[in-house]
């Protein structure tokens, strides 16, 4: 089947089974507009109306990608299979790579935004980026959010370079366990030996501390001063407390000067 560049649509390359594309429609209702969201907000890639994915199931789509013989000639642009796209940090990876939504002959395609700005209305004015990614050559990511700031550097497996916000570090060290990388608390060392676990488990290089640097310990530092006891005055007819039962031990009782004296005892025959 010969497709022109009009008729590319989100659809053209759709599967044909009947169940597939009743779950292609819910995933686009109700998956799709969060993912498109998220790749402008977080991860710095606009979607443009026209350029939706290539869908060939729900979470599943085709890329356009050009070949490159061995000897570094440039060849045709062509589809790839079926990729997994389910997740906004999955289309961004794919798009920094260099595939394409639609082929370069195509009038829109996805575009890399300077800042996470989110859209705002005339009157309101733009939210500046508290945070910075300058480890992409000439683009200068910014977000508004530290949430976003963390989403970007775990989808691009990047140890954190900004300062942890205040709020998030009294919020992170009130927890027994923490990780910083994403954000999460954890109540024993059982649930963060598992999260350690599940987070080396993902493909590529994963950047995560430790579970023992995972371990909150907050530093409580308390003064304690040494007060004087006051003195006791000794009540007349008190009883004696001495030191132990030796003969000449002193009385234990402030104001008093007594010893210890012991009777000789005598044996009746």
């Not at 002959?105 to 989110?118: F, H, I, N, P, T």
């Not at 976003?148 to 927890?175: Q, S, V």
């Not at 608390?185 to 950047?207: D, W, Y």
């Amino acid at each position: 089947m010969t497709t022109t560049m009009e008729s590319l649509n989100w659809d053209t390359y759709a599967s044909d089974d009947p169940h597939a594309k009743a779950g292609l429609e819910r995933f686009r209702r109700s998956a799709w507009p969060r993912i498109r969201r998220q790749l402008a907000l977080e991860l710095l890639w606009e979607v443009p109306d026209g350029a939706e994915p290539h869908w060939f199931d729900a979470g599943t789509a085709r890329f356009w990608h050009q070949l490159v013989s061995p000897r570094g000639v440039q060849g045709p642009w062509e589809l790839t299979s079926p990729l997994p796209a389910n997740t906004a940090g999955q289309i961004a990876h794919y798009l920094a790579k260099g595939f394409r939504l639609r082929p370069p002959l195509y009038s829109v395609e996805a575009r890399r935004v300077e800042s996470a700005e989110e859209p705002v209305a005339p009157s309101t004015p733009p939210v500046k980026p508290s945070y910075w990614c300058n480890r992409h050559g000439h683009h200068h990511y910014g977000f508004a959010t530290w949430s976003g700031y963390l989403a970007h550097c775990n989808k691009m497996m990047e140890p954190l370079e900004e300062d942890l916000p205040a709020e998030e570090a009294e919020r992170l060290t009130k927890a027994p366990y923490a990780c910083m990388v994403h954000g999460l608390t954890f109540l024993n060392e059982r649930s963060a030996k598992q999260h350690h676990r599940e987070a080396l488990r993902k493909p590529g290089r994963a950047v995560h501390p430790s579970v023992a640097e995972m371990e909150m310990r907050p530093i409580i530092t308390t003064e304690v001063e040494d007060a004087e006891e006051p003195p006791r005055e000794m009540s007349k007819g008190h009883r004696h407390r001495f030191e132990n039962n030796r003969s000449g031990a002193p009385c234990l009782v402030k104001g008093c000067n007594s010893t210890r004296s012991r009777v000789p005892r005598t044996r009746r025959n």
